[in-house]
């Protein structure tokens, strides 16, 4: 009788886990890390510019773009077409002709996110896909290359303190094809 | 060379773990946030004596207290067990189906309820002093993301919000320990201390997730103490302590759930001795039905669901005292 | 045939006849040796004795030479009781009358002396197989302390014990089990200090044991255990009689058996897995850091291969980037999904422990070349397996070869943690470890709790776990062994 009870708690789970999601999880070369994303405010809505570390720390670039903010991530995801894997971004860029109300709705938004990470940082830029094309000094992501230029200047503009302090003033980026350079004053955004 | 626990420390640990519970998961509540610390300060004076009431209390009496007693535990359970799983669902496993995350919590709840109580007693004791230590030391390595400035409210604080904190914090986790009673029979200390360790974690967790993200922000998070270790860095390479929310979690409400179930299975038993061989199988199978297809408790507001969390406790104390 | 088909059969009395059914137990066994002497005044006899089973010497000096030049009258009827007291010079001599009794003497080394014309027969001591001698065990070594092991001879192993404990409170209660086997069981123990009930509980399961053979103590112990399926061992094996003393000191009950230099210790408590013998033979903080160490690499054995697969397939928001990436780089191309990978890892790297175990020393060289580079090196340059799941099952490897005590717990948990950490990541390890965590606090060794240090926490109950604390502070036995409470008194400061 014991027997055929373990047997058939042995059956059903065997025959259960081989009609569930159980297997559905992503292994960890199966993902794209993104190191960072920028938005650029265009004529009819926004524009997403994601930077995408691929194997031998190569990077390359992926752009959509969408009405709304929250479109962009569901929107990068669907052109992706592989899981995307945002938890290690570690620079959100926005152009300079952000608002704050588009900040704060912005904020909003990623707070949502559970995966992203909400000690990364955000940073201004002329224009976010310039610098993400921009060749730079190392070969490094620009993502993490900015982090660690932010963190040297001891510039805390990590999205959890943006948030909780209600700040508007961001560091700024000027960037080229060619360099980005952090300028020593900080941008205003109204 | 007995084998009897003879020491008080698993007990009082046990009933911290209670208090902490899946408090800490939902803690604060998103609902008049300025006044999370007013209320969760109101909530605990006034509840020290419910506390001692509720260590004094024996499930034994006539048959409706005994079921209403039983089910107040089951429901209690159930609320915890919900809780944990849509975290789960929402921030562990996301890529996967609640289904089987929810039976592995209910093979183990059967694996330490069917055991005798020093189990569950011995298991109170380990994560207790591991949920605690760990509170303590990502409360100092989050120091440097606090700001006291951040726990000062922009907005007047007005009595409904200390009012909705104070009574969600003893819906959620003083009302329910009257269940306790039903595991073992407390003396008032142990209950006191027990009381007084877990709120004083949950106010360092509290205070860690408001001090962290301040009222604006953390109103945006959904489990804001878990995004408050979520930020915390140590050194250049280690970031991301959440990891340590989902051991914090699942050992509190691993805990909450066996009592109880076990407390239930107790105080039936002791009056219907049939009922103990069907029990298990039968709550647990109740339980898998009700986590998994149902969305029972996910989305509903939190004042339709105390009544049913605050209301029992006083009838059984008032059925007692009739009697 | 066997003892059981002998039961109650005694002699004639007529040397022939007896000669004869004795012979017949012995057909086509040419290892049984018949000395017929004439004794004095027309009295006969005969030594019955295995070749190669006793010493020629004491049989010719003791038996033979005094029974040959003995040349008096045999006074009264009874010429056993003669000559046990008049004529034979062996120490120990034994009067038997039911034939199993004589053959289960004779079979450990006896000599049988039967007399015409009496149905008594003697059983001289005249044991001489040779044993192994006292050696160091091979897996109980220590830096300082003794280096006595046990033997295969259970009355060599007896004197050792009664060496470390000359008190006449050490009992030793002499059993037999196995049909076929007969062997000899000594269960002893410190009669003011024993565990009663694992005392009782010991006695009551070896009565119940109806074996065929025993040639180890694990037999006992397997037939014995009330846990069956547990990985965790609830009985304790040691071949060091310094131990075994240590152990009777503390209440416990040690079983002796005939033929195995293993001897057993109930109750076994989960402390003793981590303790090693060089504890108590260093000083007390050097002795903390071993055991400290042996506590984190048993949980990081376990709980290693499952928390980094977990890590990487459902949490990789909790990993360092830059361990991300390199890990992802590393597992591009690999063909095997990582738990399949972790699986076949954790798979050859038991294999190389157990060849390393068996393999003969001249080809130790050769499979640590093949363990190190054809496996490690190699198969990471083919992409058969990642970098850092071979690292990570390394380290969990060797962390457990710190606690060998706990193999068969740590390879089972191991693989659940594999398994549930793969399928339900964090969770699932917290899970398996939960699970674990229970099954070790509901498990019982003869009537003790296995985690018996936990229910009563105080710094006396813990005194001997992950600390071991100067002897000066061990002043009490553990509680839940023994009711004779103190092992020192305490002195008061001057």
């Known amino acids: ?190 | 060379m007995d084998n009897r626990i003879n020491n008080f420390l698993p007990r009082i640990a046990l009933i911290s773990l209670f208090f902490i519970g899946n408090t800490v998961i939902n803690l604060p509540f998103s609902q008049g946030i300025t006044a999370s610390l007013v209320g969760f300060a109101a909530a605990f004076i006034i509840s020290t004596p419910l506390i001692i009431a509720f260590a004094r209390y024996n499930p034994s009496g006539n048959t409706f207290s005994v079921i209403l007693f039983c089910l107040y535990a089951l429901f209690c359970g159930i609320v915890t067990l919900r809780n944990y799983v849509t975290f789960s669902d929402k921030i562990i496993l996301p890529e996967i189906s609640s289904f089987f995350p929810t039976l592995l919590f209910l093979a183990l709840l059967w694996l330490i309820c069917r055991e005798k109580q020093s189990v569950l007693l011995k298991l109170s004791l380990i994560f207790c002093a591991l949920v605690l230590t760990l509170i303590i030391l990502l409360f100092f390595f989050s120091l440097d993301n606090m700001s006291l400035k951040a726990l000062i409210p922009k907005t007047a604080v007005s009595l409904k919000d200390s009012l909705y904190q104070g009574v969600s914090y003893f819906g959620m986790s003083i009302a329910q320990s009257i269940v306790i009673a039903g595991l073992f029979k407390s003396n008032k200390k142990e209950m006191l201390s027990g009381y007084i360790i877990a709120s004083l974690f949950l106010l360092i967790c509290l205070l860690q997730s408001l001090a962290t993200f301040g009222y604006t922000l953390i109103t945006q998070l959904n489990y804001p103490y878990s995004a408050a270790m979520s930020v915390i860095s140590f050194g250049d390479k280690f970031s991301r302590m959440e990891g340590f929310s989902y051991l914090l979690y699942f050992s509190c409400t691993l805990i909450k759930s066996a009592v109880c179930i076990i407390s239930a299975k107790n105080t039936l038993t002791l009056r219907f001795p049939k009922v103990k061989k069907y029990f298990l199988p039968l709550v647990l199978g109740i339980y898998a039905i009700v986590s998994i297809f149902t969305k029972v408790f996910t989305n509903l507001p939190f004042l339709q669901v105390a009544p049913f969390m605050i209301i029992p406790p006083f009838v059984l104390i008032a059925l007692k005292k009739k009697n | 045939m066997n003892f059981h088909e002998l039961l109650g059969k005694k002699l004639s009395g007529n040397l022939d006849t007896d000669l004869n059914f004795l012979k017949e137990i012995f057909e086509n066994d040419d290892i049984l040796r018949v000395r017929r002497i004439n004794m004095t005044k027309g009295q006969e006899c005969a030594l019955l004795f295995l070749d190669g089973m006793v010493n020629n010497n004491v049989l010719n000096e003791s038996v033979v030479r005094p029974i040959l030049t003995f040349d008096s009258d045999i006074e009264g009827e009874n010429v056993s009781r003669y000559v046990t007291l008049h004529i034979l010079f062996a120490a120990e001599v034994s009067e038997q009358t039911l034939i199993d009794e004589m053959l289960r003497s004779m079979l450990y080394g006896d000599t049988l002396i039967i007399f015409n014309g009496d149905t008594t027969a003697l059983t001289v001591n005249t044991k001489g197989w040779r044993t192994r001698g006292i050696s160091e065990p091979s897996d109980e070594r220590v830096l300082e302390g003794p280096r006595e092991g046990f033997d295969e001879a259970a009355m060599l192993n007896m004197a050792m014990l009664r060496r470390k404990l000359p008190t006449p409170d050490l009992k030793a209660e002499y059993v037999r089990v196995g049909r076929r086997t007969d062997t000899r069981t000594f269960i002893c123990y410190l009669s003011s200090l024993v565990n009663k009930r694992a005392l009782d509980t010991l006695k009551k399961e070896l009565k119940k044991i109806d074996i065929d053979g025993v040639l180890d103590v694990n037999y006992i112990n397997e037939l014995i255990n009330s846990n069956r399926f547990s990985f965790f061992k609830t009985a304790g094996k040691t071949e060091r009689p310094d131990i075994v003393a240590a152990k009777l000191l503390e209440g416990r009950v040690a079983l002796i058996v005939d033929g195995t230099p293993v001897v057993l210790t109930v109750p076994y408590l989960f402390g003793e897995n981590f303790q090693s013998d060089d504890d108590y033979y260093q000083n007390y903080i050097v002795a903390f850091i071993g055991r400290l160490m042996r506590y984190i690499c048993f949980f990081l054995s376990i709980t290693l291969p499952g928390i980094y697969l977990a890590l990487i397939t459902h949490h990789k928001q909790l990993l360092p980037t830059s361990f991300f990436i390199t890990a992802a780089d590393s597992r591009r191309g690999v063909p095997f999904q990582s738990i399949l990978e972790a699986l076949l890892l954790i798979l050859i790297f038991e294999i190389l422990r157990e060849t390393g175990l068996r393999v003969p020393q001249s080809m130790g060289h050769a499979l640590s070349i093949v363990g190190g580079l054809v496996i490690g090196q190699a198969s990471v340059e083919a992409k058969i397996v990642s970098a850092p799941m071979l690292i990570i099952v390394a380290a969990s490897g060797i962390a457990g070869l710190m606690v060998q005590k706990l193999k068969g717990a740590i390879f089972y948990g191991r693989i659940i943690t594999v398994v549930l950490g793969n399928f339900f990541g964090l969770f699932g390890c917290f899970a398996g470890v939960t699970a674990m965590l229970s099954v070790v606090f509901s498990l019982k060794s003869y009537g003790s709790d296995y985690t018996a240090a936990l229910n009563n926490i105080s710094f006396q109950s813990l005194k001997d776990t992950v600390i071991r604390a100067p002897f000066y502070k061990m002043l009490t036995r553990p509680h839940s062994l023994s009711k004779n409470k103190y092992r020192q008194k305490r002195k008061k400061k001057l």
């Open chain 1, 1 to 190: 009788m014991k027997a055929l009870k373990i047997f058939s708690v042995l059956m059903l789970v065997i025959a259960l886990s081989g009609c569930s999601t159980l297997t559905e999880y992503t292994e960890s070369e199966q993902v794209l890390l993104i190191s960072a994303v920028g938005i650029d405010k265009a004529a009819n809505g926004y524009t997403l510019t994601a930077e995408i570390v691929t194997e031998g720390n190569q990077q390359t670039l992926l752009s959509v773009t969408a009405d709304s903010i929250d479109s962009l991530i569901p929107n990068l995801k669907k052109k992706a077409g592989i899981p995307l894997l945002l938890s290690h971004c570690g620079t959100v860029f926005i152009s300079q002709d952000f608002n704050i109300s588009d900040l704060s709705f912005l904020l909003q938004h990623l707070c949502s996110l559970y995966e992203f990470p909400l000690s990364s940082r955000l940073a201004v830029t002329n224009n976010c896909a310039t610098l993400l094309n921009a060749k730079g000094l190392s070969s490094e992501p620009k993502g993490y290359a900015v982090l660690s230029i932010l963190k040297n200047a001891k510039i805390d503009s990590r999205l959890f303190i943006i948030g909780r302090a209600h700040t508007n003033t961001l560091p700024f980026f000027i960037a080229t094809n060619d360099y980005y350079l952090l300028k020593d004053s900080l941008w205003i955004i109204e």
